[in-house]
């Protein structure tokens, strides 16, 4: 069983920043790709960010030069560093893990249960 944890949401003033965790406990060999989406009310969930184990990060858009993605394998744990938060950036932020190597096998899109970010004006 693979389970993610985030923490490190909550409430912020435009500008501000914040800093987001999420560990994945459980019998993991590895993780291929972790990363962070968003959903916000009435919206679609949508990539933020996501690395791989060698490091390639992919960004979106709306959060290039303002959001960082990081990891550590050895904790299989992932952290978006977020910065010049913007009242746009207001919501729930999953954690995400694809490509999860357990000694059961290989699976796939691991979520987090989600933290709210609200940013306001």
């Known amino acids: 069983q693979v389970q993610l944890v985030e923490s490190g949401g909550g409430l912020v003033q435009a500008g501000g920043s914040l800093r987001l965790s999420c560990a994945a406990s459980g019998r993991i060999f590895s993780i291929n790709v972790m990363g962070w989406y968003r959903q916000s009310p009435g919206k679609q969930r949508e990539l933020v960010a996501t690395?791989?184990?060698?490091?390639?990060?992919n960004y979106a858009d709306s959060v290039k030069g303002r959001f960082t993605v990081s990891r550590d394998n050895a904790k299989n744990t992932v952290y978006l560093q977020m910065d010049s938060l913007k009242p746009e950036d207001t919501a729930v932020y999953y954690c995400n893990a694809d490509g999860v190597q357990t000694p059961w096998g290989r699976y796939g899109d691991r979520w987090g249960q989600g933290t709210q970010v609200t940013v306001s004006s």
């Open positions: 690395m791989t184990t060698g490091g390639r990060t």
